[in-house]
């Protein structure tokens, strides 16, 4: 099934660095998603963005939903060792009368921060 | 309140047997969806229930895999003529009535191992 491209695929950061991760794809989406997954869990949403070009906060967390609506990008400041994980980003079509599709996932990136 | 729950946490079976994973999701989302993830993969869509009805199955890989959702609430995705490469963890969500900024919330997911 079609992925989206997600980037870097794995980072090592020093406790309070800033992380940066990006998400493209060939196709345009509605709705730009990001996750993270825990080992032994399902995901859990920790930014949705729902208009090209918007910049949304969630905490230390940061995401763009780029204004071609073909990429999205998460910063993370100021990391902390809870801040490991896998972070995906998700985009989303909006089938005709705003009901929501299915959710297309990148591959991950498995963030590990060193204490 | 109480979350997606998925059983087995842990399946494994053999090549060519019949197995069903079992989804309960949030009370009152009418809204149900599976997901497949291999191992280093993001997650894969499946099939997405409005109700009792499959709104979209184009995901399913092929006619082994069958999802039902009598009542409108529990799931059970089933698999027949298992096959190794069918080993991934299963994953369910569900939102609130599928519209266009509704968050999919995800269960632990199963396990599946095909020996």
């Known amino acids: 099934g079609q992925q989206l491209n997600q980037s870097p695929q794995s980072m090592f950061i020093q406790e309070g660095e800033d992380v940066s991760m990006n998400c493209t794809s060939s196709s345009i989406f509605n709705t730009w998603l990001w996750y993270k997954q825990d080992p032994g869990e399902g995901p859990v949403l920790l930014i949705a963005l729902y208009k090209a070009g918007e910049l949304t906060s969630n905490g230390r967390l940061t995401a763009q939903f780029g204004i071609t609506r073909k990429d999205s990008f998460l910063n993370i400041s100021a990391s902390i060792p809870s801040d490991v994980g896998i972070y995906f980003c998700?985009?989303?079509?909006?089938?005709?009368?705003?009901?929501?599709?299915?959710?297309?996932f990148g591959k991950g990136t498995k963030l590990s921060v060193k204490p | 309140g109480a979350g997606v729950s998925q059983t087995p946490s842990n399946k494994v079976t053999e090549k060519g047997k019949y197995v069903e994973l079992r989804c309960d999701p949030i009370?009152?989302?009418?809204?149900l969806y599976w997901y497949r993830q291999s191992l280093g993969q993001g997650p894969e869509f499946l099939i997405y229930f409005q109700g009792t009805g499959a709104a979209d199955d184009s995901g399913l890989p092929n006619d082994r895999f069958f999802a039902v959702r009598p009542e409108g609430s529990v799931s059970t995705l089933k698999i027949q003529r298992t096959e190794r490469g069918d080993s991934a963890v299963y994953l369910c969500?569900?939102?609130?009535?599928?519209?266009?900024?509704?968050?999919?919330?995800f269960g632990p997911g199963t396990r599946l191992t095909v020996l």
């Open positions: 969500a569900s939102s609130l009535e599928g519209g266009g900024t509704d968050t999919q919330y």
């Open positions: 009370s009152g989302h009418t809204a």
């Open positions: 998700a985009g989303q079509h909006r089938h005709y009368g705003g009901s929501q599709g299915n959710l297309i």
